[in-house]
């Protein structure tokens, strides 16, 4: 499954570590919410980055106090219609501060691109290679938005008031 | 009109080129079924019983004459030479083509025109009162309103995989002619004691196999905060929304579980805690959408001009100025409602000549503009009152005078088994046979303010639960049966109505609405009682009694 960020496909860095199977002793691991939460300081010592895959259905303040000590955070897709994840990205980044990795698993169509970006996720486990592919493509599907959220794009209101204003000011 | 401006064209071009990337995804196998489905009811692509089915919206039911002749071309150019207007301010066409629907999604774009969000589990197009903007004694136009949520919800980023569909629909109006209290967010904007404009916000509204009236969950959000508070409603409903069971996950059923308190105080504790997010619109953000609505220049005209006293004469002019025509919030002006609801027609469906008929008739009489309202019917929202007897003659002759708007055959029916596969009865040939009974215009009048709604199943999509009278289809031992309901309305005093009795297979359901109607004539207390009110009045026993004693 490619690994897209920052528009290229690019090695993982990081090891899926499964519940009960041993930790690599140094390197990059990404575990679960029930691993990290049931010993974090043992985990965050290790040499090497940890992130945690969090599930769409748990709170988020359980792993608020830790944020700034993970490299990655994986949010759960367990099929592209439960869009559960999509709030818990804005809350990490948009409440929380959270500017770590913001990762997207599951089931991670081209055609969530861009709602994924604009919610503040950063990094993608893309399920079709031909996807992966198109990334940067797909990405310019779109050029208006309406909402503002996280990343900054400009909605399509203040695009217009800015209009207004210079053509105001020009006159 | 609201017009779009570079930008809303922009991203409607570019949905629709995204559409395209993923029917040729699918035609290519890239795609899977399961996959495309999702993505193509996004875009309100149903699978149906023949054929694909199209759904376009209608944004709070305003449409231009150019629109309208667009949808005519659709109409003609990639189906059988009809649409179906439907309960939402939508249009359905039902024999599309998958290979042909960018095409003529691309056609609708040129005129502004969409099919965004018209299905799946997401905000869909938001309705409210087909006589905004015209109607007497308005709070304010609800449309700027409209407009500004329709924006906000359009692709939204967090919000386009919600655990279901998601309505909301507006009204500024006393009498509430948007059905907002069966709705998922229903808003009624008023003034608060300071003079200043809010909503008043309803949540988990909505009809299906488990009907809720909707509860008021602030009696008063001000204008400036909808979109957020709307933001903070979604935000609890997207992440404890259920997705276990498809049946239990509208936000009606999160709402009845929790709890209105309850629910209520999550949503403020997440609206408190959002903070300033953008979402607040300032008087410069409101007034940027107003501006970009245009409204006709009215002349001064008489109340009573020379045509219309001469025209009185006409017994049949007489009859449908009577029934359909409405008062304006301008003098000598008039709304006119064009019923789609002919003696034996399909409720609600619409020729492309009727549609590009209808579009002349607004450019000659109505300021190019043509309104949509959730009975399935259509209106001229701006008719000058000394061109009523042309109008009148013009739709007569287009079988879009039937004078029964609001009577017992202005009938509300879904596609039903004819068309739908999720269907377990006909609906149409209900409503075909109901409308041939009571054809006498004098006996329909006699009978007053009527609603049937008739739904081809438990979804409800014909909005049975709150019908004056209710018809719901269902299959036993594979044949249809219809349970019938007495007493709902979907105004302001949205209620259920209550079942009067078994069952019965469809020869006899038109009989039995004839014995409730005759029922109604005689236990009502004056013929200014409305059906309505004498069962309210009188509750279902009386008439439960004189329907089936003999059955």
């Given at each position: 499954m490619p690994l897209v960020k920052q528009g290229r496909i690019t090695t993982d860095p990081f090891v899926h570590v499964v519940d009960g199977a041993e930790l690599p002793g140094d390197g990059a691991v990404l575990v679960s919410a029930e691993r990290f939460l049931a010993d974090p300081e043992a985990l965050l010592r290790r040499a090497g980055k940890v992130g945690v895959i969090w599930p769409n259905n748990r709170n988020l303040g359980d792993l608020v106090p830790h944020l700034d000590r993970l490299a990655s955070v994986a949010l759960v897709f367990p099929t592209f219609r439960d869009g559960r994840a999509y709030s818990q990205a804005r809350l990490l980044r948009e409440r929380y501060g959270y500017d770590g990795e913001l990762r997207a698993t599951g089931q991670i169509l081209r055609d969530q691109f861009v709602f994924m970006t604009r919610a503040g996720f950063d990094a993608f486990e893309v399920k079709k290679d031909a996807d992966a592919d198109a990334f940067v493509q797909t990405m310019k599907r779109y050029s208006v938005f309406y909402q503002p959220t996280g990343d900054g794009r400009v909605t399509a209101l203040n695009r217009r008031m800015q209009l207004r204003h210079s053509e105001s000011a020009g006159q | 009109m609201y017009a779009y401006d570079e930008l809303d064209r922009t991203l409607i071009n570019e949905r629709v080129s995204e559409f395209r990337d993923q029917v040729k995804r699918r035609l290519s196998g890239e795609l899977t079924e399961d996959e495309f489905k999702i993505l193509r009811l996004q875009n309100g692509v149903y699978l149906q019983l023949h054929a694909y089915m199209f759904r376009v919206a209608i944004p709070y039911g305003t449409l231009s004459s150019k629109q309208l002749r667009r949808l005519a071309h659709v109409a003609r150019r990639y189906d059988r030479g009809y649409g179906h207007f439907t309960t939402r301010q939508n249009i359905q066409f039902n024999w599309i083509k998958l290979a042909e629907l960018p095409d003529a999604l691309s056609d609708l774009a040129e005129v502004g025109i969409h099919a965004m969000q018209t299905s799946g589990n997401n905000m869909r197009n938001v309705t409210s009162d087909q006589w905004a903007g015209v109607a007497p004694g308005e709070i304010e136009d609800p449309r700027i309103w409209s407009e500004l949520i329709r924006q906000h919800t359009t692709l939204h980023p967090e919000f386009s995989f919600l655990p279901r569909k998601?309505?909301?629909?507006?009204?500024?109006?006393?009498?509430?002619?948007?059905?907002?209290?069966?709705?998922?967010?229903?808003?009624?904007?008023?003034?608060?004691?300071?003079?200043?404009?809010?909503?008043?916000?309803?949540?988990?509204?909505?009809?299906?196999?488990?009907?809720?009236?909707?509860?008021?969950?602030?009696?008063?959000?001000?204008?400036?905060?909808?979109?957020?508070y709307i933001e903070a409603i979604l935000r609890v409903y997207n992440q404890y929304g259920r997705r276990d069971n498809i049946y239990k996950a509208r936000i009606k059923i999160l709402v009845h579980e929790l709890g209105i308190e309850k629910f209520a105080k999550e949503v403020e504790e997440e609206w408190k805690a959002m903070g300033d997010v953008g979402l607040t619109l300032d008087h410069a953000a409101i007034e940027e959408v107003r501006s970009r609505f245009s409204y006709p220049a009215y002349e001064k005209l008489p109340h009573m001009p020379d045509e219309l006293k001469q025209a009185a004469h006409d017994p049949l002019f007489e009859r449908w100025r009577k029934n359909s025509v409405s008062a304006h919030k301008v003098q000598g002006y008039s709304i006119v409602t064009l019923s789609l609801k002919p003696v034996g027609g399909p409720p609600g469906d619409a020729t492309a000549e009727q549609m590009d008929a209808v579009a002349d008739l607004a450019d000659k009489y109505s300021f190019g503009e043509i309104r949509v309202g959730h009975e399935q019917n259509l209106a001229l929202p701006h008719v000058a009152k000394r061109d009523l007897p042309l109008l009148f003659k013009a739709l007569d002759r287009l079988g879009l005078a039937t004078p029964n708007v609001n009577l017992v055959t202005d009938i509300i029916a879904c596609p039903g088994l004819d068309y739908c596969s999720l269907a377990n009865a006909r609906s149409i040939p209900i409503?075909?046979?109901?409308?041939?009974?009571?054809?006498?215009?004098?006996?329909?009048?006699?009978?007053?303010?009527?609603?049937?709604?008739?739904?081809?199943?438990?979804?409800?999509?014909?909005?049975?639960?709150?019908?004056?009278?209710?018809?719901?289809?269902?299959?036993?031992?594979?044949?249809?049966?219809?349970?019938?309901?007495?007493?709902?309305?979907?105004?302001?005093?949205?209620?259920?109505?209550?079942?009067?009795?078994p069952a019965v297979p469809y020869a006899e359901v038109a009989d039995v609405i004839e014995d409730i109607v005759e029922a109604y004539l005689a236990l009502r207390d004056r013929p200014e009682e409305l059906f309505v009110d004498t069962v309210k009045r009188l509750g279902v026993e009386p008439i439960r009694e004189r329907v089936y004693a003999t059955r």
């Open positions: - | 998601f309505k909301i629909a507006i009204t500024a109006a006393e009498h509430d002619r948007a059905a907002i209290k069966i709705h998922d967010i229903g808003l009624r904007l008023h003034k608060n004691a300071d003079g200043e404009t809010g909503f008043e916000v309803l949540v988990g509204g909505g009809l299906g196999r488990t009907p809720f009236i909707a509860k008021t969950i602030k009696p008063f959000v001000p204008g400036r905060d909808i979109l957020s409503a075909q046979e109901l409308t041939r009974r009571f054809a006498n215009h004098d006996t329909a009048d006699l009978i007053g303010r009527l609603h049937i709604n008739i739904s081809g199943c438990i979804n409800a999509c014909g909005h049975h639960h709150v019908g004056h009278i209710g018809i719901l289809g269902v299959e036993k031992n594979g044949e249809e049966f219809y349970q019938i309901t007495i007493g709902g309305r979907a105004d302001e005093n949205a209620q259920l109505g209550t079942l009067i009795g």
